[in-house]
């Protein structure tokens, strides 16, 4: 899939935008994040409140890039889904 597959996947399928950031869709309190740097190398990182960045996976595809990170943001989703608004650490 692509980038603007992703994003409509993600949308319809009501993940919320605090669980996802991507070129062009750009929330600065997302948790997890899909970039392109300027070498061409697609990174998905995660991202603290203080802004500091965890890489998680590069890819140099952006179809590879935007699989995994589909799968990397529904599946951490589904797994916080039950604490969510239960005043619980994710």
Do not use: H
């Not at 603007?4 to 399928?13: D, F, G, T, V």
């Not at 309190?29 to 740097?37: G, M, P, V």
């Not at 935007?66 to 604490?83: H, L, M, Q």
């Amino acid at each position: 899939m692509n980038l603007k597959e992703l994003k409509e996947r993600l949308i319809r399928e009501n993940i919320p935008q605090i669980w996802w950031g991507i070129p062009e869709q750009f929330d600065p309190f997302s948790l997890s994040w899909l970039e392109q740097n300027e070498e061409g190398i697609w990174i998905i990182y995660d991202q603290d409140e203080r802004g500091n960045k965890y890489t998680i996976k590069t890819f140099v595809s952006e179809e590879e890039a935007c699989d995994f990170f589909y799968k990397y943001v529904t599946e951490s989703y589904e797994e916080a889904k039950p604490y969510i608004g239960k005043g619980k650490d994710l």
